[in-house]
């Protein structure tokens, strides 16, 4: 039987993973891929090798390439749900690359490390779904090694993430006396077997019990101290609310350890149970807003990733389409707000394992689109060209740097290469009002280096990034017009303008923003910048 358009929508279940380096994203990615079928092997050996072949060629060349790995998309089919699995790349290149696949998702999952608790980026991802009320399922990992309290641990979350936690389960105990966890809802235990010498993951249905026969089994200390555990969280904190969830004010929370399988079904069950599918869009039509609905017949979407010149002798790039209303075929003809018309022939889908070209695909679907650089970072496309969507988010860049060609004479060379980087959205481009500087901004230091070996391998140039003498930047903006160009004025010094022309105050440390916001109450100074595109 085949489903409608509106009904396979309604089955995506678009995600993503968020957490600090080291929380176990990898490796829950790859343990949520076996829970979903999506890949198959026996074992921590075997999942090494099959996580390279799970990287396509085309991502060895990025990794050959030294070039950041692109924010893939996994998708796999589980109980009757299409599940899409957008990869944020999390480590030493962190970058705008990682906040803007938050955009293209509709829920995500959030990685700690349970003898951790948050830590700083999980707090910074955790921003960026906040701005977007995107949902949050939290799980708390590593729990076969010393953990801290569980009940610490929520209230970690309450109060740094002013999120309410909902736990679904309760563990008992963590590290080598770690023996499973309670689910709450349904009153069962799952016991977590240990495993022979080499520790291998099990993967297969989890093994639940009756209390009772935990009781037996287990360290009676154990036993005592999870029924006292449970006890209390489940008359200290609320219980779980759908609404609360779906609104980014509540996270139901899944323990386990990623490495060793456990909770990884649970966690998978839970997203199945209460994750949103594609969710309603905000945009604009002929200047009116509009909300863009899943069910909605037109084809559309958005761009949230570029990955440009993966083969150096091509200029081609491929845009990431997060697609949100409509039924989109192969071979079908979209537009941007621009007009720019892209047909599009060879749509790629993202399976765990290989890359198809798409026949078909629905909204909460993410499509690769092959193009000569026509498409940017944050363009909208639909069948009509009509749509455009509420803006991806600018973050204020962690590192400017003063960016000079080491031939003089290439000034202009110099700046048009960093304006086209910057309109890929690979780093930001400022100009100062005063002199003729270009500043470019980064959130991680890896994208200053990946910009200066673009800039060498794509526009022959050699560019020179110096210490600039601003340190931090911040968009300004004023529902007083006047008010706005008269600081511009007055601050001529430390102030420019994005790409979009946009005003940004250039400061030298977030003591001057801060001094500069209390002086001047009617501007704000925001870290931010949402864009309509
Ligand atoms: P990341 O992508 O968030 O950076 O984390 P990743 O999955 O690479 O995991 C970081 C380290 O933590 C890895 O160890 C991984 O094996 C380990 N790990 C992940 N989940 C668990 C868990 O549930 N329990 C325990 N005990 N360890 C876990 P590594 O030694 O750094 O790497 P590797 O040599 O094992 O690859």
């Known amino acids: 039987m085949s489903l409608s358009p509106a009904e396979e929508a309604a089955r995506r279940r678009t995600f993503a993973i968020i957490s600090h380096p080291d929380a176990g994203k990898t490796t829950l990615t790859e343990n949520l891929l076996l829970a979903g079928g999506a890949i198959r092997l026996a074992g921590?050996?075997?999942?090494?090798?099959?996580?390279?072949?799970?990287?396509?060629?085309?991502?060895?060349?990025?990794?050959?390439?030294?070039?950041?790995?692109?924010?893939?998309?996994?998708?796999?089919?589980?109980?009757?749900?299409?599940?899409?699995?957008?990869?944020?790349?999390?480590?030493?290149?962190?970058?705008?690359?990682?906040?803007?696949?938050?955009?293209?998702?509709?829920?995500?999952?959030?990685?700690?490390?349970?003898?951790?608790?948050?830590?700083?980026?999980?707090?910074?991802?955790?921003?960026?779904?906040?701005?977007?009320?995107?949902?949050?399922?939290?799980?708390?990992?590593?729990?076969?090694?010393?953990?801290?309290?569980?009940?610490?641990?929520?209230?970690?979350?309450?109060?740094?993430?002013?999120?309410?936690?909902?736990?679904?389960?309760?563990?008992?105990?963590?590290?080598?006396?770690?023996?499973?966890?309670?689910?709450?809802?349904?009153?069962?235990?799952?016991?977590?077997?240990?495993?022979?010498?080499?520790?291998?993951?099990?993967?297969?249905?989890?093994?639940?019990?009756?209390?009772?026969?935990?009781?037996?089994?287990?360290?009676?200390?154990?036993?005592?101290?999870?029924?006292?555990?449970?006890?209390?969280?489940?008359?200290?904190?609320?219980?779980?609310?759908?609404?609360?969830?779906?609104?980014?004010?509540?996270?139901?929370?899944?323990?386990?350890?990623?490495?060793?399988?456990?909770?990884?079904?649970?966690?998978?069950?839970?997203?199945?149970e209460f994750a949103p599918g594609p969710r309603p869009q905000k945009a604009e039509k002929k200047d009116q807003p509009i909300v863009v609905e899943r069910s909605d017949k037109a084809v559309s979407g958005f761009v949230f990733k570029i990955q440009a010149n993966m083969d150096p002798n091509h200029r081609d790039r491929v845009a990431f389409l997060r697609l949100c209303s409509g039924e989109f075929k192969r071979g079908m003809r979209l537009k941007t707000t621009s007009n720019k018309q892209i047909n599009v022939h060879a749509p790629l889908m993202f399976l765990a394992q290989d890359r198809e070209i798409a026949e078909t695909a629905y909204a909460g679907d993410v499509i690769g689109v092959p193009n000569h650089g026509q498409l940017r970072v944050g363009d909208s496309l639909s069948e009509n060209g009509d749509i455009k969507f509420q803006g991806i988010p600018n973050f204020a860049p962690e590192i400017l740097r003063r960016a000079r060609p080491k031939d003089p004479m290439k000034s202009k060379h110099l700046r048009k290469a960093l304006e086209s980087l910057a309109?890929?959205?690979?780093?930001?481009?400022?100009?100062?009002?005063?002199?003729?500087?270009?500043?470019?901004?980064?959130?991680?230091?890896?994208?200053?280096?990946?910009?200066?070996?673009?800039?060498?391998?794509?526009?022959?140039?050699?560019?020179?990034?110096?210490?600039?003498?601003?340190?931090?930047?911040?968009?300004?903006?004023?529902?007083?017009?006047?008010?706005?160009?008269?600081?511009?004025?007055?601050?001529?010094?430390?102030?420019?303008?994005?790409?979009d022309g946009a005003p940004v105050y250039l400061a030298k440390n977030a003591w001057d923003v801060g001094y500069a916001q209390e002086k001047n109450p009617e501007l704000k100074f925001t870290a931010t910048k949402e864009r309509l595109l």
């Open 44 to 272: 921590q050996v075997a999942a090494r090798g099959e996580r390279r072949r799970t990287q396509s060629d085309w991502m060895k060349i990025e990794r050959d390439r030294g070039i950041s790995v692109s924010a893939s998309v996994m998708t796999f089919e589980h109980d009757n749900l299409v599940f899409n699995l957008l990869d944020t790349p999390g480590h030493e290149d962190f970058s705008e690359d990682t906040y803007r696949t938050l955009t293209a998702a509709d829920s995500a999952v959030m990685v700690l490390d349970a003898a951790k608790g948050i830590e700083p980026q999980t707090l910074k991802l955790f921003e960026v779904c906040r701005m977007r009320d995107i949902p949050i399922t939290t799980f708390i990992n590593k729990m076969d090694r010393e953990a801290l309290d569980p009940l610490e641990l929520l209230d970690e979350i309450q109060d740094k993430l002013q999120l309410d936690t909902a736990p679904l389960f309760w563990p008992a105990a963590s590290g080598q006396r770690f023996a499973g966890m309670k689910d709450l809802r349904k009153g069962d235990f799952i016991s977590f077997r240990k495993k022979t010498a080499d520790q291998q993951a099990e993967v297969g249905p989890s093994h639940r019990i009756g209390m009772q026969e935990a009781r037996g089994t287990i360290d009676t200390m154990v036993m005592d101290e999870l029924e006292e555990g449970a006890e209390l969280a489940t008359e200290a904190l609320p219980e779980f609310d759908r609404q609360a969830y779906e609104e980014g004010h509540m996270t139901p929370v899944v323990y386990g350890s990623a490495l060793r399988h456990f909770g990884v079904n649970e966690l998978l069950a839970t997203l199945a």
């Open 423 to 499: 309109e890929e959205g690979v780093t930001q481009l400022f100009t100062p009002a005063l002199g003729s500087d270009m500043i470019v901004g980064a959130v991680g230091s890896l994208q200053i280096d990946v910009m200066a070996e673009r800039v060498a391998a794509e526009y022959n140039l050699e560019v020179v990034f110096e210490p600039a003498s601003y340190n931090v930047a911040r968009w300004i903006s004023s529902d007083d017009p006047a008010k706005l160009e008269a600081f511009l004025e007055k601050n001529r010094s430390a102030v420019g303008t994005d790409l």
